[in-house]
């Protein structure tokens, strides 16, 4: 890794290691303490409101009593009379009446005797005649005292009245709860941060503010059921999650139930999350931007410093090195000049020994190449003098005429060429033609010679005499063939591909052994495994190659033993002039 991205990986490092910290203090520490201490308020706040709720109620409801008895008549006396007259009506109707002026949270009052028959303090309750006579139908005997709510939410409570002396049943009383009045008294004006419920012991609501559900009431219940315990924990209801505080009063006749969203609960744990989340990413964009900016001051020099040593490395000598400074990268610097005019001196000495010797290697080929082109093939010539012979012998005078003329055409060409080192390819294929031709005059061995040339690749210009080795070894190391009927063929196809010439040269002889690939492939890096192949042909075409092109070419042969044997030759692209 590079020393830029080190620094870089490292400084992220630091900072992601902070901000994970901060994230766990924000999400697990600040979360759980926020959780507690909201746990802690709400349930001082629900213990203190169904305390609240007891107290209030049972002051409404002794004011209530104390109020229809505190006469010198009371309702249960005169509710209690066997004919109702004008008079008994109208001091009911008056006990009725006093009670609303005197408690405050009392809007209206109805009183019911034991046949039936309505008595109204108020016109208030008159809308709701209907409702309370279906529910006194159920409760008229039930309980002491009742509270409840209707559906438009309405508070009301009932108190069954008994004459004292000697006691007895007299009816029931109705009053209709000023609700603001009851909330105020409860502190519940302004309250709208959760769910409340208050309820009596039987379920019934009294009170649902905040959004609070009879739906959501009865899953809690579900859930949680009453009890003389307290309960404050998480509960998961069908529309999310809650924070459920519900507390009994004293005599478990009222209960208190907060319901709150743990989104509500824990708002300000979340939005510091979000808050620290948009930080961090603020931190870490911020931290790479000064990262880059501090690696780009210190990697600069280090940079322009590397990149003059890969050019160097490359072998340009000549490229300037601006960096300079009285640093460590400063004295660097220094030191790469004067290690770059001492590489240049050396490689120059270098290059000027290599090309002595190897202009030294080339000549030494050439005159081999030389001497081999000066003697031809002793047996060749040999053999073509005893072919002309016999021909003069049979007094065959065309036949040695042609052989002749063929033979001087060679021979000039071949002597033509010995000063040149690279010939055109089609020359060269030329050459190989005639060779073919004459090879067949004299020895009658049945062989064809064709080439497939593309148009572009003629004139590229080949090491003079390359191909011919080639032929001359597919010829006499490739025959006899396992039919003896069949033809020789020896095939040639050249093509550009990119900037390389593409020469490849098949015939279907004898083929060769995997071995002596192998050694021929050596040979091509190694010269003195080329001194072990038998013969020049071989040795002769892969030291041309090697000195011509350097590692600029390809020597590959592919062959499958009595079947076939492909050459393939890639040499730089090279034209006349070029």
């Not at 009816?171 to 909330?183: E, F, N, S, T, V």
């Not at 990697?299 to 090195?321: D, H, K, P, V, Y």
């Not at 002597?415 to 067949?440: C, H, M, P, Q, W």
Request: charged fraction near 20%; proline fraction near 3%.
């Amino acid at each position: 890794m590079k020393l830029r991205n080190k620094f870089i990986v490292s400084f992220m490092a630091v900072v992601l290691v902070m901000v994970s910290l901060l994230s766990l203090y924000v999400n697990n520490v600040l979360s759980e303490r926020v959780q507690e201490e909201k746990a802690a308020d709400y349930s001082a706040f629900v213990q203190q409101l169904a305390t609240s709720l007891r107290l209030v109620t049972q002051e409404t409801e002794n004011a209530l009593f104390n109020q229809y008895n505190n006469n010198e008549k009371s309702l249960a006396s005169l509710l209690l009379k066997e004919e109702q007259s004008f008079a008994s009506v109208s001091g009911i109707q008056a006990c009725l009446n006093h009670i609303p002026l005197n408690v405050s949270s009392i809007t209206s009052v109805w009183a019911v005797d034991l046949n039936g028959n309505d008595y109204f303090a108020s016109v208030g309750l008159e809308d709701h005649k209907d409702d309370l006579s279906s529910l006194l139908k159920y409760n008229l005997n039930e309980d002491f005292t009742l509270w409840w709510t209707d559906e438009r939410g309405e508070i009301f409570l009932k108190k069954d009245i008994y004459e004292p002396f000697p006691l007895k049943y007299a009816g029931i009383i109705i009053a209709h709860i000023d609700r603001h009045q009851l909330l105020s008294s409860l502190s519940l004006g302004g309250h709208t941060e959760s769910m409340l419920a208050l309820f009596t012991g039987k379920k019934e609501p009294l009170i649902l503010t905040g959004g609070m559900t009879q739906e959501l009431l009865d899953q809690a219940l579900t859930i949680e059921p009453l009890s003389y315990m307290p309960v404050n924990r998480e509960i998961a209801l069908e529309d999310g999650n809650y924070y459920m505080t519900m507390y009994p009063a004293a005599n478990r006749s009222w209960y208190a139930l907060e319901l709150v969203p743990m989104e509500t609960m824990m708002a300000l744990p979340i939005e510091l999350s979000r808050v620290v989340a948009i930080a961090s990413a603020g931190i870490i964009l911020v931290a790479l931007i000064i990262s880059f900016l501090i690696t780009h001051s210190l990697s600069r020099g280090t940079r322009q410093l590397l990149a003059s040593m890969e050019e160097i490395s490359r072998g340009n000598f000549e490229t300037s090195i601006p960096v300079v400074g009285r640093d460590e990268i400063g004295d660097l610097a220094a030191g790469v000049r004067w290690m770059q005019g001492e590489l240049k001196d050396v490689t120059a000495k270098m290059i000027e020994h290599a090309t002595q010797k190897q202009e030294a290697e080339y000549e030494m080929l050439e005159l081999k190449y030389r001497s081999l082109q000066s003697q031809i093939s002793p047996h060749f010539i040999c053999n073509i003098l005893s072919s002309m012979n016999a021909l003069a012998v049979m007094k065959r005078t065309q036949e040695i005429s042609t052989l002749s003329i063929k033979a001087s055409r060679y021979l000039r060409a071949n002597l033509n060429g010995a000063d040149r080192k690279r010939t055109s390819l089609d020359s060269e294929i030329n050459f190989v033609e005639e060779y073919v031709d004459l090879y067949y005059e004299i020895y009658q061995n049945p062989c064809r010679f064709t080439a497939d040339v593309a148009d572009d690749a003629g004139e590229c210009l080949v090491p003079n005499m390359i191909l011919q080795p080639l032929v001359e070894n597919a010829l006499i190391h490739g025959y006899p063939l396992d039919d003896p009927d069949q033809t020789h063929e020896i095939a040639l196809s050249a093509q550009i591909e990119g900037n390389e010439l593409v020469i490849l040269l098949s015939d279907n002889g004898q083929g060769m052994s995997q071995e002596l690939i192998e050694r021929i492939s050596r040979a091509d890096a190694d010269i003195e495994q080329s001194r072990q192949l038998k013969g020049f042909g071989l040795r002769g075409v892969l030291q041309r190659l090697h000195l011509l092109y350097g590692e600029n070419h390809t020597f590959s042969i592919n062959s499958k033993p009595g079947v076939m044997t492909i050459i393939t030759i890639r040499i730089p692209c090279q034209y006349e002039g070029g």
